[in-house]
């Protein structure tokens, strides 16, 4: 299995970016999947994910509002819409797919891509 983001770049305070992770080797169609990020010296973070039928999303609180996730199925590609961008939210962000347990927890995520770096900043 192999993940692929794309998307980053970097971004003003309060601009907006739509990452993109593109699945290869399986079919995503029965698999939550999630968004975390790593800033530097930091732990990876959850920022969001989706059950496997798209009916669910989840979001870390300092994401509600501002982020959406969702699924293309057909394209085995999850996104992440992020609008009014903080220059706290610098960081390489990751996808990941579900193995089980809490989405929450990084632990329970199975394979990773090599993340995309978002940087804002002024």
């Known amino acids: 299995v192999q993940l692929v983001e794309s998307g980053g770049g970097s971004v003003q305070p309060g601009g907006s970016l739509r990452l993109s992770c593109v699945v290869s080797?399986?079919?995503?169609?029965?698999?939550?999947m999630g968004w975390f990020r790593q800033a530097p010296g930091k732990e990876r973070d959850f920022v969001s994910a989706?059950?496997?039928?798209?009916?669910?999303?989840y979001y870390a609180d300092s994401a509600k509002g501002r982020f959406t996730i969702s699924r293309d199925d057909a394209k085995n590609t999850v996104y992440l819409q992020m609008n009014n961008l903080k220059t706290e939210e610098t960081a390489v962000y990751y996808c990941?797919?579900?193995?089980?347990?809490?989405?929450?927890?990084?632990?329970?995520?199975?394979?990773w891509g090599q993340g995309t770096q978002v940087t804002v900043s002024s």
């Open positions: 990941a797919d579900h193995s089980g347990g809490s989405v929450y927890y990084r632990g329970n995520f199975e394979s």
């Open positions: 080797g399986r079919t995503i169609s029965s698999t939550a």
């Open positions: 989706i059950n496997w039928s798209g009916s669910i999303k």
